[in-house]
């Protein structure tokens, strides 16, 4: 409402624009990609995250049972330590066996130390992970899952599964909105044509503004011709086609790059699992001779400290088995 010394008005007014060559589709179809593309980006934020901490998860598990490892090997080159010195004190030992064992209790002391320190490192990882404080207590069982008796990969893996990546997802969404830019910036070489409508009340008094006789309308056509900006709207288009080109080498590059590191993951997993099962023999060779050394010492057929020798073996083989 506006009202001055000569006139009083109170108007409504329109504007509708024709669409004909699709340009305000394609802007609302460019944006609305772009807003897929930043949900998949999300996704991919969050799929990060659970993964580092599924990551950060078993490698505390892996972790703390290093730890007890480590610890029972100190104690079992403790044992061997003290038997030896007491051999040496009975002239039953030279030196030289004691200075080494020594060296080894060393040197398991300092594993002990480290693995600690790893343990706790890795539990403030995950406390920030899950968004925690880093100190924040952690009920974790240490037990590792018993290990796969038979790894199971599908001989064909289809292509529509890794385009269910996120960042893939977030791309071709990004090379969509991109193409409908394309489109946009194309309608500019056309006509537009637009329309706009009053629709008001007017009078020189304010008292007979509401009176029929005051009202206005009005219906006024334009048709606007891209003549003068026709070099801006093809610089406008080049510029629109070159963002879509350089997204569509993003997406192959990164399409094959997601091909490759399927492939090299399967492969390891393959290797890893052969090693395993390797590994998981020699563990079981190992304990076997254990208990077969246990059982000659506790017979008198062999003594205390070559049931030692063959007990850290075996923790060493074992750390193998979960490294």
Request: hydrophobic content about 45%; overall charge negative.
């Amino acid at each position: 409402v506006s009202q001055s010394r000569y006139l009083v008005d109170f108007s409504l007014s329109s504007y509708y624009d024709f669409d004909f060559w699709g340009k305000n589709r394609n802007l609302f179809k460019a944006a609305l990609g772009e807003s897929k593309a930043q949900e998949a980006e999300a996704a991919g934020v969050e799929l990060i995250i659970t993964t580092s901490v599924a990551q950060a998860y078993f490698v505390l598990k892996t972790n703390r049972n290093r730890e007890l490892l480590y610890q029972n090997l100190y104690a079992v080159r403790q044992a061997i330590l003290d038997l030896q010195n007491r051999l040496q004190d009975s002239a039953l030992f030279s030196r030289l066996s004691p200075l080494l064992s020594e060296e080894n209790l060393l040197e398991a002391e300092k594993l002990v130390v480290s693995i600690q320190e790893e343990v706790k490192t890795d539990q403030h990882l995950i406390n920030i992970l899950i968004g925690k404080g880093p100190d924040a207590p952690l009920d974790i069982d240490p037990k590792l899952p018993p290990a796969l008796e038979v790894l199971t990969i599908p001989e064909n893996l289809s292509l529509d599964l890794l385009a269910r990546r996120p960042d893939l997802t977030a791309q071709i969404w990004r090379v969509e909105a991109l193409a409908h830019e394309v489109g946009a910036a194309k309608a500019d070489f056309f006509p537009n044509i637009n329309l706009k409508a009053f629709l008001g009340l007017e009078s020189v008094l304010y008292r007979l503004l509401f009176k029929s006789s005051s009202q206005t309308a009005g219906l006024q056509p334009a048709f606007h011709l891209p003549i003068f900006t026709a070099g801006a709207i093809r610089a406008n288009l080049k510029a629109k086609k070159a963002l879509f080109d350089a997204a569509v080498f993003d997406y192959n590059q990164l399409l094959l790059q997601s091909s490759k590191e399927v492939a090299d993951v399967l492969v390891f997993a393959q290797s890893i699992f052969e090693q395993m099962q390797d590994q998981d023999q020699i563990v079981q060779a190992a304990q076997s001779r254990y208990d077969l050394t246990t059982l000659r010492q506790q017979s008198g057929l062999d003594d205390l400290l070559t049931q030692y020798r063959i007990q850290e073996e075996l923790i060493l083989k074992q750390l193998d088995q979960i490294s």
